[in-house]
């Protein structure tokens, strides 16, 4: 069974639009650790953000927020007025006692 | 160097030849990943060590073998690869197995023809 859920394959938005991105995960522990990575047409994953089970509070760094909700076991990232170097594969994870990657989400920003 | 290096950063093997990808973290980390990603499909983790050990083995053929000799360095040896092999594999560090977020390598464009 699949532990994290990214519904969107793939999404395309022009340049100044918001995008929002859904994960849901699935997991019987009460600690755990939430993830969301970047990886651009380079290929190299980068690290966006951690969020601990325990710490529910939402982030917001420059364009990029996260809201994490337990009571619906998501937790989506949002990138407010897109640009074209927002163009990229995002991946949701999940380590509770094993890691889990989401299937990941396309993000095509046009100018 | 900082951060995490892996060479060669593309490889094109014959299915009969020995090849060996190598991974270096910079980070003082104390764990260290092998993943596959084929296109179209999600990223698969393959092994896992933790202090040199190895920790995790997620089914993965017998023609790929991987060492860590000590908490900085990850290679993977190849071996008679099959052409649905051909993939990027992106070598990753973190603190801990647990709590910790990765941080990965440029990864090695592998064909195999």
């Known amino acids: 069974a699949q532990k994290v859920t990214q519904a969107q394959t793939e999404i395309s938005v022009v340049e100044k639009e918001d995008v929002t991105l859904d994960c849901v995960y699935e997991?019987?522990?009460?600690?755990?650790?939430l993830f969301w990575y970047k990886q651009p047409p380079s290929g190299e994953l980068v690290f966006l953000i951690r969020?601990?089970?325990?710490?529910?509070q939402n982030e917001i760094s420059g364009r990029y927020s996260w809201n994490f909700q337990k009571s619906t076991s998501s937790f989506n990232f949002t990138i407010t007025a897109s640009q074209v170097v927002d163009s990229a594969v995002y991946f949701c994870a999940l380590n509770d006692y094993k890691l889990s990657f989401g299937a990941g989400t396309t993000v095509t920003v046009r100018a | 160097e900082t951060g995490v290096t892996q060479t060669p950063r593309h490889l094109v093997m014959g299915m009969t030849n020995k090849k060996s990808l190598k991974c270096e973290q910079h980070?003082?980390?104390?764990?260290m990943y092998w993943y596959k990603q084929s296109a179209k499909k999600p990223l698969e983790l393959m092994f896992v060590?933790?202090?040199?050990?190895?920790?995790e083995n997620n089914s993965v053929p017998s023609r790929f073998s991987p060492e860590c000799p000590n908490s900085s360095h990850l290679f993977l040896h190849l071996h008679t690869l099959q052409p649905e092999d051909s993939a990027l594999y992106l070598c990753a560090s973190s603190l801990t197995t647990s709590e910790y977020e990765q941080y990965f390598g440029p990864g090695t464009r592998l064909t195999v023809t």
């Open positions: 997991t019987r522990d009460t600690t755990y650790y």
């Open positions: 060590y933790s202090l040199e050990e190895r920790v």
């Open positions: 980070l003082g980390h104390n764990a």
């Open positions: 969020r601990n089970s325990f710490d529910e």
